[in-house]
T-cell receptor
């Protein structure tokens, strides 16, 4: 079974631009979560989607948004990029998104904002 | 609100020595606890998890963690580390119905020869 895939793997953008990141979960997994990983901060929870519905979100500004499609693939969008948005963005999928579920992570998209 | 504190950002240790990576959490409800590992240039993967039952849980590669409810801790231990254990380790907590997993800041384990 294929793992979680994320595209693109690397992105370089300038301040003020917007970016869209994509995540394809493991087949059969219906929950997708997004995290921002930065040195010293660990993984910061962005949001979780299940059956095209956002069930929870973290403490990030409205510039960060996401969606999930009927095939469980998910995208996240960051508008009006700031230098501080430079980070590794990780996507994780799980069967139902239950608290007991193991999350399976993709390799991440490294975003650099200049 | 839930939170996770990993008390050490870096832990250097010699090969074959024992190691303990500390994790404390806070939560007003019952929790599930996880340790994930991120090897260099790889994605995160589950190491072990506590859901219920026995408070001592073990991984296939010799790590173990003990859930201590009174001390709200879930420390990770290994009696003898290998060079290949060099990685970053993340403690995480979730609960029923939260649809959200909170991760600690990570502990970088560096095993020296």
């Amino acid at each position: 079974k294929a793992g979680v895939t994320q595209t693109p793997r690397y992105l370089i953008k300038t301040r003020g631009q917007q970016v869209t990141l994509s995540c394809s979960p493991i087949s059969g997994h219906r929950s997708v979560s997004w995290y921002q990983q930065t040195p010293g901060q660990g993984l910061q929870f962005l949001f979780e989607y299940f059956s095209e519905t956002q069930r929870n979100k973290g403490n990030f500004p409205g510039r960060f948004s996401g969606r999930q499609f009927s095939n469980s693939r998910s995208e996240m969008n960051v508008s009006t990029l700031e230098l501080g948005d430079s980070a590794l963005y990780l996507c994780a999928s799980s069967l139902e998104g239950a608290g007991t579920d193991t999350q399976y992570f993709g390799p991440g998209t490294r975003l650099t904002v200049l | 609100a839930q939170s996770v504190t990993q008390l050490d950002s870096q832990v250097p240790v010699f090969e074959e020595a024992p190691v303990e990576l500390r994790c404390n959490y806070s939560s007003s409800v019952s929790v599930y606890l996880f340790w994930y590992v991120q090897y260099p240039n790889q994605g995160l993967q589950l190491l072990l998890k506590y859901l219920s039952g026995s408070t001592l849980v073990k991984s296939i590669n010799g790590f173990e963690a003990e859930f201590n409810k009174s001390q709200t801790s879930f420390h990770l231990r290994k009696p003898s580390v290998h060079i290949s254990d060099t990685a970053e380790y993340f403690c995480a907590v979730s609960n029923t119905g939260g649809f959200k997993t909170i991760f600690g800041a990570g502990t970088r384990l560096f095993v020296k020869a």
